[in-house]
């Protein structure tokens, strides 16, 4: 039972360099999303996608790009990464309705020196 | 904004004790709340999720009751154990675009 996979599970950034993270989720959900978890913030929203193909923005989304090619699959990228994206890095999937119940992935651990 | 406020932030308790987790919400038009356990340096796992229009959910030892109308949810732990130790997150969706979340409750079971 996979589930939400995210690839890589740790990485260390220097100022400017780029990357991209990868959400793999194999329960056939519309929805995926990726979140932040800051210290004393919770978690919030970056981007979020309704299907293959579609991306929308969320209440943090500047720094980063997303794509959906495949319905399996959520690409966050940070093309120039910066001090202020070190954070912790989830992925989240559901399926289209609102009383549904949302799986995350283990998380990326990300420093950006 | 939906705002989700988890009190306390901090918890300690001696092993067997029965305890209680508040989360509150300020607009109450939500489809569902989530309560998930992180453990340190670890992802989210959803322990129970109540529906909009449930008042409570049990799973085991947890129950988690849910008063939509005054924007409030507990989540109870019955005899608690130190494998209990954790922090605990609520979420509330108010559409299928995001879930709000809480700080979260950090929990210390003590043997």
């Known amino acids: 039972n996979a589930g939400v996979t995210q690839t890589p599970k740790f990485r260390v950034l220097k100022t400017g360099q780029s990357m991209t993270l990868l959400c793999a989720q194999d329960?056939?959900?519309?929805?995926m999303y990726w979140y932040r978890q800051d210290p004393g913030m919770g978690l919030r929203l970056i981007h979020y996608?309704?299907?293959?193909?579609?991306?929308a923005k969320g209440e943090v989304p500047d720094g980063y790009n997303v794509s959906r090619l495949k319905k399996q699959n959520f690409l966050l990228g940070l093309e120039s990464a910066a001090p202020s994206q070190t954070s912790v890095y989830f992925c989240?999937?559901?399926?289209?309705?609102?009383?549904?119940?949302?799986?995350f992935g283990q998380g990326t651990r990300l420093t950006v020196v | 904004k939906q705002e989700v406020t988890q009190i306390p932030a901090a918890l300690s308790v001696p092993e067997g004790e029965n305890l209680v987790l508040n989360c509150s919400f300020t607009d109450s038009a939500i489809y569902n709340l989530q309560w998930f356990r992180q453990d340190p340096g670890k992802g989210l796992t959803s322990l129970l999720l109540i529906q909009s229009s449930q008042r409570e959910q049990t799973s085991g030892r947890l129950n988690a009751s849910l008063d939509k109308s005054s924007g409030r949810s507990t989540l109870y732990i019955a005899a608690s154990q130190p494998g209990d130790s954790a922090t605990y997150l609520c979420a509330v969706r108010p559409g299928a675009n995001n879930l709000f979340f809480g700080t979260g409750t950090r929990l210390t079971v003590i043997p």
């Open positions: 989240a999937s559901s399926t289209w309705t609102g009383s549904s119940e949302a799986f």
């Open positions: 996608s309704v299907g293959e193909g579609t991306t």
């Open positions: 329960m056939n959900h519309e929805y």
